[in-house]
C-alpha cells in the first residue's frame, strides 16, 4: 500500500489511483507474459521430412540419404541461394541449398538434392512451413546435410571438414552433424550412424540443439 504524499494528492486518493491502475493492467501484463512464454516454447527448426510418404533413412554419407516421396520444408527461417531442377554437377539432379538466418545454426547452408523438384525461387525467403522442393521416387533417393558456404557442393569436401567427396569413407562428422539435428526433431537416424566417422566437424557447427 503506497502511504507517501504525492504532490497535490491525498495519500488515499493516491492509494486508490495505485490500486486501480494496478487492477486495470494486471489481466494484460499476465496475458503478455503467457504470450511470451508461448513464443518462447516454440521450436527454431522442424522436422524437414514430417510430410514424405513411405520415408526409409538409409547410409550417413556427405549427408544424410532418404527414401520415400512427398513435400520437403525448410528447416526453419532461412533464405534460398540455390533451386535447381536439374543440376549439372554434383549431384546430378536437384539441388536446393537455402541459408538459416535463425537459431544456434545460424549463417549455416542446407542442402536438399537428387531426386528433388525445387518448389522456390533464389532470394525467397522461407520458414519451416515452407515447401521447398519436392521429393519423388525414382530410385536414388534424396540427399540432405550441410552445404558450402557458398552452396556449390556439400561442406564435408572442403579440407576443414576433411575433404571427403562422393567416393567416401562414409559416414563424415559432418553428415552425422546434420543427422544429429535431424534426430532431435524426430527424424529417424541413419543405417551406418554407430560406425566411425571420417573427417572433421568444423568449428563452426554447434552440437547441441536443446
Not at 8 to 25: D, E, F, I, K, Q
Not at 63 to 82: C, K, Q, R, W
Not at 124 to 151: K, L, N
Amino acid at each position: 500500500m503506497i502511504t507517501r504524499n504525492i504532490a497535490g494528492v491525498s495519500p488515499l486518493r493516491a492509494t486508490v489511483n495505485a490500486s486501480s491502475a494496478s487492477a486495470g493492467h494486471t489481466a494484460p501484463q499476465r496475458g503478455q507474459a503467457q504470450a511470451h512464454q508461448q513464443a518462447a516454447a516454440l521450436p527454431v527448426y522442424r522436422n524437414p521430412l514430417r510430410g514424405i510418404n513411405g520415408l526409409i533413412p538409409e547410409r550417413v554419407d556427405m549427408g544424410i540419404d532418404f527414401g520415400g516421396s512427398g513435400p520437403i520444408y525448410a528447416l526453419g527461417n532461412a533464405v534460398i541461394t540455390h533451386a535447381e531442377a536439374n543440376s549439372v554437377g554434383w549431384p546430378g539432379g536437384g539441388w536446393i541449398t537455402y541459408q538459416l538466418t535463425d537459431g544456434p545454426d545460424a549463417g549455416l547452408m542446407v542442402y536438399v538434392a537428387e531426386d528433388v523438384k525445387p518448389t522456390v525461387q533464389v532470394g525467397q525467403h522461407v520458414s519451416s512451413s515452407t515447401v521447398v522442393a519436392d521429393m519423388f521416387s525414382v530410385g536414388d533417393g534424396i540427399e540432405t546435410g550441410w552445404a558450402q558456404p557458398d552452396g556449390a557442393s556439400a561442406e564435408s569436401q572442403l579440407p576443414a571438414a576433411g575433404s571427403i567427396s562422393g567416393g567416401g569413407p562414409f559416414p563424415t562428422m559432418i553428415g552425422l552433424n546434420f543427422e544429429e539435428l535431424l534426430q532431435t526433431l524426430g527424424v529417424p537416424g541413419g543405417s551406418n550412424r554407430t560406425q566411425p566417422a571420417y573427417g572433421v566437424l568444423p568449428a563452426n557447427y554447434p552440437t547441441s540443439w536443446k
